[in-house]
């Protein structure tokens, strides 16, 4: 039996609580305040590819059955972190872009800081089980996120700049994933009894999401940094010889 408090948890998750394997393609979250939100959101990006993307990333991430899965696995939920901060906001980026070049830095300390932070155990698991808090969680993360490619992405950066800012990004995620891989034990509440369901021990299920965050994360990462790189050559070519 799962105790009270996780119970508790589980029941109070957006797109909760944690689906059987049975259930899973039935989870599809309709919730009409999500739903505007996201026709807003494509309203504001307009009907550039970028923003079309990006509204069609957050889809699956809040609207897909993904997002109940991510009420019972772990790993599942570092995906839906992933699609946020490492693909949907650089698309929003893209399809929003800065209107001036400003460093990156301090905005990559924030998104670094504010992406740990929420992968605290007491932080996560409070997130996962208070509605409002779990909101807060989602803004900050891609809102940060967002601001930080904002300034990577922004034309006009030097290529070599937004390299190093792109690969800086992936090795705080890859860092982060090695350390819970290699966690002794399981570190989120929330996730100690409906994994067992999915097959997993919450250790095992935790690994993969360790997994996830350090090695397939990568891609979106070198798909930013082919894009940099391809932005890189055209600004050569287009310099007067």
Known sequence: MIPDVLATGLAGLYCGPAPDPGAIWARWNLDPLLLAGLVALALVLGRSR???AAVAVLAVAFVSPLCALSA???S?????HLLLVAVAAPLIALAWPARTTRTATPLFVIATGVLWAWHLPQA????????GLYWVMQA???GSATAFWRAV????????QAGLATLGAYMQMGLLGALLTFAPDPLYGIHQEAPLAWGFTPLADQ???GIIMW???GIPYAALGALVALRGWRQLQARPT
């Open 76 to 80: 599942a939920r570092v995906v839906h």
């Open 72 to 74: 019972a696995l772990f």
């Open 153 to 160: 992405l922004a034309p006009g950066r030097p290529a070599g």
């Open 207 to 209: 690994q993969l999401g």
């Open 124 to 131: 996560y698991d409070a997130a996962m089980a208070n509605m």
């Open 215 to 217: 090695v397939p994360a």
């Open 140 to 142: 900050t993360l891609l």
């Open 50 to 52: 970028p923003g079309v």
